[in-house]
């Protein structure tokens, strides 16, 4: 007989145990051998609660971890796993921008 297992937790040895942390189960079920892991990108906020993605002007580079802002000089798309650098010509003047801007003339960027 297959045990119950509530969201946040998974079933093995006929007892229910919480996800480790950086890991989640959503659905409260029968039979959940296992928890998933939080992917690059979005922020875990929960054992039994779905991860989003990170923000415009964020990124998650540990599986599992939280959105930090990109730094100066970078730029990250929703969802980040990384930031990116800026191309040359082209500038992020502040932390958390989704963007870079193109590099006023008569300056090197």
């Known amino acids: 007989m297959e045990m119950h297992c509530p969201a946040g937790s998974y079933c093995s040895g006929g007892l229910a145990t919480a996800c480790p942390a950086g890991t989640y189960s959503i659905h409260s079920a029968s039979g959940i051998q296992s928890c998933t ?59 958390g921008l989704d963007v870079c801007f193109a590099c006023p003339e008569g300056f090197y960027c």
């Open 37 to 95: 892991s939080v992917p690059a990108g979005s922020n875990y906020v929960s054992a039994d609660t779905p991860p989003v993605s990170c923000p415009l002007g964020y990124y998650n580079d540990i599986a599992g971890g939280g959105c930090t802002a990109c730094l100066a000089g970078t730029f990250c798309a929703t969802g980040a796993g990384t930031p990116e650098v800026c191309a040359i010509g082209w500038y992020a003047p502040l932390a």
